[in-house]
């Protein structure tokens, strides 16, 4: 029952807001969400990257280990997400990011929390962090379906990812004022494309059965890819199962964005479907991880 309560606590407030969104869009019809994605893309989500990794207790050594395990973990993702776009007749490259990018930081990081304490905050920051990183690397390069070094070159993300690492690298400690001011710019992002979220909803058209089908893959399969992971790396105790329940978080936020940047509407509106769907379903499915986890590695 606690379980559930900490979902509810971490997801009631997901929800708020995009409702809030909802109820703007429908009263307004022609509110422009442009100002939001600029401001999360130029500003926010470096602010967002920086804060994760540089003040969560997230060593260089941390980050580079599960940085591998976590482009293993993608890796699997993205072979059996194309192979089922593929089936469903559905763009291989742009409808990619959200079964491959799981919502690990505003989401995954409270659950690890709750669920191992400050022993797990660590791990569960460093998977966040790299899937901010491959947000704004690999899922634009599928969202814009080509590679380009301008997008790194132009990119504030990539910028923000360097100097997070140069901190971790020489061990500089974040001062209090650009410690709070990139928490500030977290949430304040956060809010913002929960809100811009909920005003696409009064705007778009998916199809159910789809995004059911998309959400059903990110909440279940996901899991059982981290398991494989686990297995054949030999992984144990806490961090095991912060990559376990990790994997299991629905499709992040942050596809939106990125594909409100670069993708065609009706891309997006598929989406933003598959982002709503997989995140009720957590309700059900992460309390059901978390057990395994806490079972089988602690």
Not at 55 to 69: R, S, V
Not at 82 to 95: I, Y
Not at 118 to 126: E, F, N, R
Request: with cysteine; proline share 5%.
């Amino acid at each position: 029952m606690e379980i559930y309560i900490k979902i509810f606590e971490v997801i009631f407030p997901v929800f708020f807001v995009i409702g809030v969104g909802y109820y703007i869009g429908k009263k307004n019809p022609k509110f422009d969400t442009n100002f939001i994605t600029n401001f999360a893309g130029t500003i926010g989500t470096p602010a967002m990257i920086f804060y994760t990794v540089t003040t969560t207790g997230i060593t260089l050594g941390i980050f580079i280990h599960y940085f591998t395990y976590a482009v293993i973990m993608i890796g699997g993702f993205a072979f059996i997400g194309v192979v089922l776009l593929f089936f469903l007749k559905k763009d291989l490259s742009m409808e990619l990011p959200p079964l491959i990018l799981p919502n690990t930081g505003n989401m995954g990081v409270p659950i690890c929390l709750f669920a191992y304490g400050t022993q797990g905050l660590g791990v569960a920051s460093a998977i966040a962090s790299v899937i901010i990183l491959f947000h704004f690397t690999l899922g634009v390069f599928l969202a814009k379906k080509r590679f380009s070094f301008d997008i790194l070159i132009k990119s504030p993300p990539v910028y923000a990812i360097i100097v997070s690492v140069i901190f971790l690298y020489f061990e500089i400690k974040t001062p209090l004022f650009l410690e709070n001011t990139t928490f500030l710019l977290t949430y304040a992002t956060i809010f913002l494309v929960l809100m811009a979220l909920g005003v696409a909803l009064t705007r778009f058209k998916f199809t159910y059965k789809n995004s059911i089908i998309l959400s059903l893959w990110r909440v279940i399969l996901g899991p059982v890819i981290a398991y494989i992971v686990i297995y054949y790396f030999d992984l144990s105790g806490f961090a095991a199962g912060v990559l376990l329940i990790q994997s299991a978080m629905p499709s992040a936020i942050l596809n939106y964005l990125v594909g409100s940047m670069y993708s065609p509407k009706k891309v997006v509106d598929s989406i933003a479907g598959t982002i709503v769907i997989s995140t009720l379903m957590s309700f059900i499915t992460i309390p059901v991880v978390v057990f395994f986890a806490l079972k089988y590695f602690n």
